[in-house]
C-alpha cells in the first residue's frame, strides 16, 4: 500500500524557515508535489519535482522555496525561506506517477497534511 506522511510544520515568525518532510512508503512516483490549503480556500499548487529532478514553481513561493528529493530515501523536501503571514495554510505532500502537473485532480496520494503558521 502507498503511504505519504508529512512532517516538520509549525509556528514561525515572518521571515522565518521550515523544512517540510515526506516520507513515501509503497512505491515511487515519476512526480511529487507539494500543496497547500488555508481556510475557506481551494487547494493550491506549491512546488514540484519530477524523478529527474526537474521542478516547478507557483510564482508566489518562487525564490523563496525550495523542493528536493532523495530518491533512495524515497522523500521529498520542501524548504521554506522568507516566510510571509500568507504561507499559512496546511500543507499536503502527494504523488502521482505519470508527469510533472500543477494540478490537483491529477494526484492520487496524498499525505495527511502539516500545519505551516506564520506569525506577523
Known amino acids: 500500500q502507498v503511504q505519504l506522511v508529512e512532517s516538520g510544520g509549525g509556528l514561525v515568525q515572518a521571515g522565518g524557515s521550515l523544512r517540510l518532510s515526506c516520507a513515501v512508503s509503497g512505491r515511487t512516483f515519476y512526480a511529487m508535489g507539494w500543496f497547500r490549503q488555508a481556510p475557506g480556500l481551494e487547494r493550491e499548487f506549491v512546488a514540484g519535482i519530477s524523478r529527474t529532478r526537474t521542478t516547478y514553481y507557483a510564482d508566489s513561493v518562487k525564490g523563496r522555496f525550495t523542493i528536493s528529493r532523495s530518491n533512495a530515501q524515497n522523500t521529498v523536501y520542501l524548504q521554506m525561506n522568507s516566510l510571509k503571514p500568507e504561507d499559512t495554510a496546511v500543507y499536503y505532500c502527494?504523488?502521482?506517477?505519470?508527469?510533472?502537473?500543477?494540478?490537483?485532480?491529477?494526484?492520487?496520494?496524498w499525505g495527511q497534511g502539516t500545519q505551516v503558521t506564520v506569525s506577523s
Open positions: 502527494a504523488a502521482e506517477s505519470r508527469a510533472l502537473t500543477t494540478a490537483v485532480s491529477e494526484y492520487d496520494y
